[in-house]
């Protein structure tokens, strides 16, 4: 796993020792998923939700964004999230957030966090897509004109609008579907 551009282009993220228990995004999805998103993400704020090992995130930072805040419950992802911002230069500008992602967006919520840009790639199941999308709109994280980015299964169906929120892009990568939306608001 490299990152694929910006400023730490080409320097490797650390690994988790299982790929069935974190999962990380594929380089050919996060190339594919900036090329929609744009290629800079100059002065965003990022919300990486299901971090595993920050990858998302990170490639936010190298092309741009000013701050990263990654959440996961899981002691490797947590660890994996700080030694990866460690080794690329990133730790000042990255705050790691121990929390279930539920408790996480209300904790964000009330302390009035707001995003530019929001990744989510929760563990695959029946019903990930309509439960993130809920809590999204619970606890409106994501400013006006901001983009969050669902992976989930491909047997999964993301809805055209949800909420607060409106599938702007939707991207199959094999099992795993990549659904871009945007606030409603």
Known sequence: MRIVAGTVRGRTLKAPRRADVIRPTADRVRESIFNVLG???EGLT????FAGTGALAFEALSRGATKAVLVDSGREAQQLCRENAQALGFTPVVEVLPLPAERAVAKLSVRGDRFELIFAD???????VD???????AHPLLTEGG???????KHETAPEAAGAFTRLDQRVFGETVVSIFGSAR
């Open 39 to 41: 290629q800079t993400c």
């Open 46 to 49: 990022v919300l990486d939700l």
């Open 122 to 128: 929760p563990p695959y199941a029946q019903t990930a």
């Open 131 to 137: 439960h993130l999308l809920a809590w999204l709109t």
């Open 147 to 153: 983009r969050l980015v669902l992976e989930h299964s």
